[in-house]
């Protein structure tokens, strides 16, 4: 199945990622079904809608959900699923000591983006194409460790189901000369297969099915920044779609590595902009070209 349509929001801390995802949400949401999802670990998108967001989608108009799942809790639960995992693979080895692994497990490099992975490719699952998914990403970098995350783990998982493939070929062998058969389904294999199509969705849609928005705002900073964001999304072999210049005036300097992208200016509306009616003026500036 398609995913659905899918808009991340990516940029430097406090730029307007998040105020931009909830406008746009809210502006698409008149025509289409929505869900914005915060993938950053600030947990600001609740404070921004009012109310409190968790793992699960909120309802905050009709056709607009909202969610913000906890990244450390879900880090926690899959370095939990991991070593159970690991303790039953190997309960025969008495030998084995595996006191220490759940600390190990929970300290893994890459787990708070594989956690926020995770909780992406759960929307990109079960949500119909006709419906729009607006991901407020985390600041840039952990943006990037995520987008580079699925195209790297596809690599790993097709050395280790290399690997696996070569231990069942061994087992079936030696079974064979035993004058036994080996069972058809190998578990392992299973798992491995599982992970490489949710991790080939993401890669998929990373590269070619949605559209990366760079928000800045008129500084240096924040440019250069989104300068680095769109050379990562050219090595994934995609680019950004547009350019947002928050807080922007009616003439902008062209931005550095920036330039040539389509752009939209969002003015700047001091002390209002979380205000519903203030989020809903710049929701309709940015519908107008990425609606
Ligand atoms: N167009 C705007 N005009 C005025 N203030 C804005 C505008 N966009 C965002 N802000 C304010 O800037 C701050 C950071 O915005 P936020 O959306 O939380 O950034 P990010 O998610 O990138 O960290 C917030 O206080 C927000 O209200
Ligand atoms: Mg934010």
């Given at each position: 199945m398609s995913p659905p349509r899918t808009l991340f929001m990516l940029g430097k801390g406090g730029v307007g990622k998040t105020t931009c995802a909830l406008a746009l949400a809210r502006a698409l949401s008149s025509t289409a079904?929505?869900?914005?999802?915060?993938?950053?670990?600030?947990?600001?998108?609740?404070?921004?809608?009012?109310?409190?967001?968790?793992?699960?989608?909120?309802?905050?108009m009709p056709g607009l959900e909202a969610c913000e799942p906890d990244l450390e809790a879900l880090s926690r639960e899959r370095a939990e699923g991991a070593v159970d995992l690991i303790r039953a693979g190997y309960r025969h080895l008495d030998a084995l000591s595996l006191g220490g692994l759940a600390d190990l497990v929970q300290h893994a490099p890459?787990?708070?983006?594989?956690?926020?992975?995770?909780?992406l490719g759960a929307f990109v699952r079960d949500l119909p194409p006709e419906d729009v998914l607006v991901v407020d990403m985390p600041p840039t970098g952990l943006s990037v460790r995520m987008l580079a995350l699925p195209a790297l783990s596809l690599r790993w998982i097709e050395c280790l189901a290399?690997?696996?493939?070569?231990?069942?070929?061994?087992?079936?062998?030696?079974?064979?000369?035993?004058?036994?058969?080996?069972?058809?389904?190998?578990h392992v294999m299973d798992r491995l297969g599982a992970e490489r199509d949710g991790l080939a969705?993401?890669?998929d849609l990373f590269e070619n099915g949605a559209a990366h928005?760079?928000?800045?705002?008129?500084?240096?900073?924040?440019?250069?920044e989104a300068g680095r964001l769109r050379e990562v999304l050219r090595r994934l072999g995609t680019d950004a779609a547009r350019l947002v210049i928050n807080r922007g005036s009616g003439t902008h300097e062209p931005a550095g590595g920036l330039a040539d992208l389509p752009s939209t200016v969002l003015p700047d509306l001091g002390g209002s902009a979380r205000e519903p009616g203030s989020l809903d003026k710049l929701g309709r500036l940015l519908a107008e070209e990425l609606g």
């Open positions: 079904r929505v869900t914005v999802v915060s993938l950053d670990p600030a947990h600001n998108l609740g404070d921004l809608a009012g109310v409190p967001l968790g793992r699960a989608p909120v309802t905050l890459g787990l708070e983006e594989q956690s926020a992975l995770d909780a290399g690997l696996r493939r070569r231990i069942i070929e061994r087992r079936a062998s030696i079974a064979h000369v035993r004058g036994r058969q080996e069972q058809d389904r190998d969705l993401l890669c928005v760079l928000v800045v705002n008129p500084d240096p900073l924040s440019i250069a």
